[in-house]
């Protein structure tokens, strides 16, 4: 088995992987970082295409011996795998306090019309989500609830901002993410697969406990959220079957975007499995 090489702050492997905190780079070179433990055993895990994910990974030797399942499972999978000191952690590194383990990896965003050939049940649609945090938080909402998709409009914050990909806490690697789809091709894709469109929004006509009372969320759905700031404008909502509220029953002005996307997406997730619902309770 090949060894992990030692690398100069001065290599050009470096200052490549440097270039992918720009979005720019990202897109030119379709590469991406995941950092910590937990992103990286999951892109060692991934493929994208047939490709595993996980191209190059950066480790100290520490990290190295601590985490040595995943480097040895990077070795494995055919990813360049380098010992780095902490002054090249701190140049490939987007955090603070790096963990000791950097991964360089593939795009691995599917295309809108496969997610649609799979029939899903359950699906997040992000138009206006600008916030890197919320983004990567709202996927891994959808990740815990089942969801069978995301979809990034292209109105939408980079899938692959070292912030998004923190958030998703793995779950990037977990489920098909389709972005830069416009929203009203989402919309109408989504809803010529017998998709039922609902926006999320706290101005909302119809009452999320009002929708689960009449046993109308069993069915296949695709949730719209908004913008953090100021929701979804009015031809977003136009464009829905129904426009949702989440109650809010005790004194709190507002729900913020992730908090209100996972009792959106967990609501759905609960009628679908429950009897009439369109998943099995024993599918898994």
Not at 35 to 64: C, I, K, M, N, W
Not at 109 to 127: M, Q, T
Not at 144 to 172: C, E, H, I, W
Request: hydrophobic share 45%; aromatic share 4%; glycine share 8%.
């Amino acid at each position: 088995m090949p060894t992990p090489e030692l690398i100069s702050p001065r290599s050009p492997r470096v200052a490549a992987a440097r270039r992918l905190a720009r979005r720019n780079f990202r897109g030119k070179e379709r590469r991406f970082i995941a950092e910590g433990p937990q992103a990286v055993r999951e892109a060692v895990e991934h493929r994208s295409d047939g490709e595993p994910t996980l191209v190059e990974l950066f480790t100290t030797v520490e990290a190295a011996e601590r985490y040595a399942d995943i480097v040895t499972a990077a070795l494995d999978a055919g990813a360049r795998v380098h010992y780095a000191d902490d002054e090249v952690l701190a140049e490939v590194s987007q955090t603070v306090t790096p963990q000791g383990l950097v991964g360089v990896c593939r795009f691995l965003d599917s295309p809108f019309e496969e997610i649609l050939r799979a029939e899903p049940k359950l699906v997040a649609v992000l138009a206006h989500v600008r916030d890197p945090g919320n983004a990567g938080t709202v996927l891994r909402c959808a990740d815990a609830a089942g969801a069978d998709a995301v979809v990034l409009t292209d109105a939408s914050v980079d899938l692959y901002n070292p912030k998004s990909v923190r958030a998703s806490v793995g779950s990037l690697f977990h489920l098909p993410v389709a972005v830069g789809v416009p929203v009203e091709q989402a919309v109408q894709g989504l809803r010529d697969a017998g998709v039922r469109i609902l926006a999320a929004d706290g101005a909302g006509e119809d009452d999320l406990d009002a929708e689960l009372d009449a046993g109308t969320m069993g069915g296949p759905t695709a949730w719209i959220f908004g913008n953090e700031a100021w929701g979804l404008p009015e031809e977003t909502r136009a464009l829905a079957d129904a426009v949702v509220r989440v109650p809010i029953h005790g004194k709190a002005e507002s729900l913020n975007l992730a908090t209100a996307a996972a009792v959106c997406l967990y609501a759905s997730a609960r009628a679908q499995r429950a009897a009439g619902g369109c998943r099995s309770v024993t599918s898994y």
